[in-house]
C-alpha cells in the first residue's frame, strides 16, 4: 500500500517571472582575499619599476640588473688568497737543489703548499711504479715531522724557536730528493747496485739539506748539528725503503 505525502502549493509572484528587486538580492561571487599592494614600495625587487631597480647598487658598490657592469681589477688573484705562491714555492724548491749553499732566509716563511705538492709527486712515481702508498707516506710525514719538532726542542731547551709547522714545511721540501730518486728508479731495475747506491746519495743530500736549513734557522744550534743531522738521516732513510722496497 503507497504512502502518500502532503506537499505544500507552490506560489509564484504575479505576473509569473521573478522580480527586479529579487535579482539584484542575489549574492554576487567574490574575488578571493587580495593584500593591497603599495604603488611607492622602497624595496628594489618589490616594484615594478625596472629603471629603479636597475639603477640601485649592491654590497660592492656597483649595480644591479641586467644591466650592471661588475669590475674585477682590484681583486687579487686566487691562488694567492688560498695562500699559494708559485714564485716563493719554486725558489725554496730551487735552495734544497744545491745542499751545500742553502738558503734559509727564503724559509723562514714556512707554508706547506711546496710540501703538499712534492708529497703528491712522490706518490704518482709510487703509483706509476705499482705501488699504492698515499696513506703511508702522509703518515710518516706527519710522525717524522712531529719527531723532529720533539728532538729539536729537547735539545735547544728554552731556546728553541721551531715550531710544528716551521718543520713540517722543511720536511716537506727536502723530500725533493727522495722524489727525484723515485722518478729514477722507474728506469734502474729492481735490487740491483746502481739503484741502492743511488738511494744512498739522495738520502744523504735530502740529510745535508735539512739539517743545514733548521741549524740555519734556529740560530746558533751549530752544537746540535750532528744529532739534528742523525734524526733527519733516519727519516729520509724510511722513505728511501718505501721507494726502493
Same mark, same amino acid.
Given at each position: ?45 618589490? %616594484? ?5 631597480? *636597475? ?37 725554496? *724548491? ?35 711504479? +705499482? ?13 717524522? %715531522? ?38 729514477? %728508479? ?7 747496485? +746502481? ?51
Amino acid at each position: 500500500m503507497a504512502k502518500e505525502f502532503a506537499i505544500p502549493p507552490v506560489q509564484f509572484p504575479s505576473g509569473g517571472s521573478p522580480t527586479a528587486g529579487n535579482v539584484h538580492q542575489r549574492r554576487v561571487a567574490t574575488a578571493p582575499f587580495q593584500s593591497p599592494r603599495s604603488t611607492s614600495s622602497s624595496i628594489p625587487y618589490m %616594484s615594478f619599476d625596472i629603471g629603479a631597480a *636597475t639603477t640601485s647598487s649592491g654590497i660592492y658598490g656597483g649595480p644591479i640588473g641586467p644591466y650592471a657592469t661588475a669590475s674585477f681589477e682590484d681583486e687579487e688573484p686566487l691562488l694567492d688568497e688560498l695562500g699559494i705562491h708559485l714564485d716563493q714555492i719554486w725558489k725554496k *724548491t730551487k735552495a734544497i737543489l744545491n745542499p751545500l749553499r742553502a738558503n734559509p732566509v727564503i724559509h723562514r716563511d714556512s707554508d706547506l703548499s711546496g710540501p703538499i705538492i712534492l708529497y703528491l709527486s712522490l706518490c704518482l712515481f709510487q703509483l706509476l711504479a +705499482g705501488k699504492i702508498q698515499f696513506g703511508v707516506i702522509l703518515g710518516w710525514i706527519v710522525v717524522s %715531522s712531529i719527531f723532529l719538532y720533539i728532538v729539536f726542542n729537547m735539545l735547544a731547551g728554552r731556546n728553541g724557536r721551531l715550531n710544528l709547522h716551521t718543520c713540517t714545511s722543511i720536511v716537506g721540501y727536502c723530500l725533493l730528493p727522495l722524489v727525484i730518486l723515485s722518478a729514477a %728508479s722507474l728506469f734502474l731495475p729492481p735490487g740491483s747496485t +746502481g739503484r741502492l747506491g743511488a738511494a744512498g746519495i739522495f738520502v744523504l743530500w735530502a740529510t745535508k739539506a735539512c739539517t743545514g736549513l733548521m741549524v740555519a734557522l734556529a740560530d746558533g744550534e751549530e752544537d746540535h748539528r750532528g744529532l739534528i743531522g742523525y734524526a733527519c738521516l733516519l727519516i729520509y732513510t724510511l722513505f728511501s725503503l718505501v721507494v726502493i722496497f
